[in-house]
T-cell receptor
Framework: ETGVTQTPRHLVMGMTNKKSLKCEQH?????MYWYKQSAKKPLELMFV???????ENNSVPSRFSPECPNSSHLFLHLHTLQPEDSALYLC??????????????FGPGTRLTVT | SQQGEEDPQALSIQEGENATMNCSYK?????LQWYRQNSGRGLVHLIL?????REKHSGRLRVTLDTSKKSSSLLITASRAADTASYFC???????????????FGQGTILTVHP
């Protein structure tokens, strides 16, 4: 275990549903990330939070809405998704970077299927 | 694109053989990291090598970095069936506090080790 947990592990939702993904880290880190991993594509960074503040939104559609209530928890709220949004969604955490970059610790992911 | 690009895309070897994977990138970096991912799971950090380092070792892993060629290699010695996974390189870039540890991943190398 990496110290980063994600729930649920699997999610099937219709295009009109609203659901949320949850991530929690027990490592004392101050930066948290959402990534999307689709088949045959590189891992795509979606959002970055540092000390609860969003510092990066990588042109993600508004149907994905992140929330970071504190440095240990990160949510991804989903609504009116499209079938192409089906993917593995990974959460990660790290120390805050001072420009050098630190290793990131990943959760096991949520396998999302949009029907 | 400044992302790391791995080569080969897939590698199949016998247990006990060495496995070498390469990563190329296009921009100046702060550091380069290697991650491993078992099928459908989260990524696990393996090694971080800084831009002023040329080689690092961790157990059966050896990573080299050639910043003049903008390339890195990951060598796994005496491979085991349990090493079967996807391996990704990721780069961090940016100056000062602006990068916030942002990682840019390559597409990965799928390694299969046959018992």
């Amino acid at each position: 275990e990496t110290g980063v947990t994600q729930t649920p592990r699997h999610l099937v939702m219709g295009m009109t549903n609203k659901k949320s993904l949850k991530c929690e880290q027990h490592l004392g880190h101050n930066a948290m990330y959402w990534y999307k991993q689709s088949a045959k594509k590189p891992l795509e960074l979606m959002f970055v939070y540092n000390f609860k503040e969003q510092t990066e939104n990588n042109s993600v559609p508004s149907r994905f809405s992140p929330e970071c209530p504190n440095s240990s928890h990160l949510f991804l709220h989903l609504h009116t998704l499209q079938p192409e949004d089906s993917a593995l969604y990974l959460c990660a955490s790290s120390q805050v970077s001072g420009g050098e970059g630190y290793e990131q610790y990943f959760g096991p992911g949520t396998r999302l299927t949009v029907t | 694109s400044q992302q790391g690009e791995e080569d080969p895309q897939a590698l199949s070897i016998q247990e006990g053989e060495n496995a070498t994977m390469n990563c190329s990138y296009k921009t100046s970096i702060n550091n380069l990291q290697w991650y491993r991912q078992n099928s459908g799971r989260g990524l696990v950090h393996l090694i971080l090598i800084r831009s002023n380092e040329r080689e690092k070792h961790s157990g059966r892993l050896r990573v080299t970095l050639d910043t003049s060629k903008k390339s890195s290699s990951l060598l796994i010695t005496a491979s085991r069936a349990a090493d079967t996974a996807s391996y990704f390189c990721a780069i961090t870039t940016g100056v000062g506090g602006t990068s916030y540890g942002k990682l840019t991943f390559g597409q990965g190398t799928i390694l299969t080790v046959h018992p």
